[in-house]
């Protein structure tokens, strides 16, 4: 890395991430809900998962790579779905999608993006498209054409959002939605010169402030105004024949995100998904669930192979990566961490973070004696 951005850890990466934005968009990226005890307990619990290595492997020759929907990908890692990345950099999702292509690794849209879909695609790579439904289910079912229309492998349906989770500091720091500023934001934002230039800034300049996109233009509001009837993502009343009807719109492959429990997991596979994504949401939804990583063995037993499982929330090393491999997880999915490397330095800070996972997930492995994935299971203590 250029000595500018001299950060040799994701903890590097979040700290500049912290410096360099205003309080309150920091605290959206990194806080939780209420308590915060899910995120304490996510990290805890990967700090109790220890393994056995064993030594003289011949470990000159590391594989990394992984199969994911039959595909080959460099590293059992994607970029999960965040919203609200265009306010941490000018055109943040476009980043983000950037340095994944170059990394060869998935990269996740978020439907709560505030770019669309097709200025997002122009990164190329692998793309998979994240669905929160809309108050319209008619929007919903449009987006969701136009992701499969755009080349989208992969539909994830978000589902442990049922309600508006409680995040507080939101209401103390004044960044709320809309964004507004205010006598408690004020100050914030003209103390950090750099975002408010290089991000709203550029937005004024470029021709405004970006909008929740892929919406119709009648119902598209900038992030300074309310969003209109219909243009609310609603999901108090989704349920399992909600999930059925998106199985049967989409071609591709089905996803189910915030999948905790093993019933559900069952259900999802029964129903015809083609994967779950064990997560709590990064300790951002219910704040007494359990923890990711802890969930995740008895969801890989009840699925018995038969469908992708993937590990989200917490994770901030390349061991990480390996504990959920090491556990059953076929992949892992990465949000809080590229979105520090973005808010550090737009793409070169999200290359950065990928750079840094890579490095420590090929450690790892030769530390531990595993030259492959395949041999990092036997190995956990």
């Known amino acids: 890395m250029k000595g500018d951005l001299a950060c040799y850890n994701i903890a590097d990466l979040r700290e500049r991430a912290r410096r ?7 605290e959206y990226l990194e806080r939780g809900v209420e308590d915060e005890a899910g995120m304490a307990r996510n990290r805890a619990a990967f700090e109790q998962v220890t393994f056995r290595p064993r030594v003289l492997r011949g470990v000159h020759a590391i594989d990394t790579s992984a199969q994911i929907f039959g595909q080959a990908t460099p590293l059992p890692l994607a970029l999960a779905p965040t919203g609200a990345a265009g306010l941490m950099w000018y055109q943040g999702d476009l980043a983000l999608a950037r340095a994944a292509a170059k990394a060869g ?5 978020s439907s709560a993006s505030t770019m669309d879909l097709e200025q997002i695609a122009v990164a190329g790579g692998r793309l998979w ?3 929160y439904l809309w108050e319209d289910r008619a929007l919903s079912f449009d987006v969701v054409q136009r992701a499969h229309e ?4 992969a539909l994830f349906v978000t589902l442990d959002l049922p309600v508006p989770p409680n995040r507080e500091y939101i209401h103390r720091n004044g960044f709320g939605t809309p964004f507004k500023l205010n006598a408690r934001n004020t100050l914030d ?4 010169p750099r975002w408010l230039a290089g991000v709203m800034g550029r937005y004024s300049v470029s021709g405004g402030i970006p909008t929740q996109a892929n919406l ?5 509001a900038k992030i300074t105004k309310g969003a209109p009837p219909g243009a609310l993502f609603k999901q108090d009343d989704l349920d399992w024949d909600g999930v059925k009807d998106l199985r049967d719109r989409w071609p591709g492959k089905l996803i189910l995100k915030g999948v905790l429990h093993p019933d559900d997991a069952r259900q999802a596979l029964a129903l015809g998904a083609d994967g779950v994504v064990v997560s709590n949401h990064g300790g951002r939804a219910l704040d007494s669930s359990i923890a990711s990583i802890e969930a995740l063995p008895e969801i890989v037993s009840a699925v018995g192979g038969k469908m992708t499982v993937f590990l989200d929330s917490g994770v901030r090393r390349g061991s990480d990566i390996i504990k959920a491999v090491a556990l059953g997880a076929d992949a892992v999915l990465a949000g809080r961490a590229p979105l520090y490397g973005l808010s550090a330095a737009g793409e070169a800070g999200v290359t950065r973070a990928l750079d840094l996972l890579r490095a420590e997930t090929t450690r790892t492995m030769a530390m531990l004696g595993a030259r ?4 990092v299971r036997a190995l956990l203590g």
């Open 129 to 131: 498209f994240q669905l």
């Open 20 to 26: 360099r934005l205003p309080h309150g968009i920091w």
């Open 216 to 220: 119709p233009d009648r119902l598209r």
């Open 150 to 153: 755009l080349g989208c492998e």
């Open 372 to 375: 492959s994935l395949g041999e």
């Open 105 to 109: 690794l998935p990269f996740t849209i």
């Open 189 to 192: 934002v003209l103390t950090h």
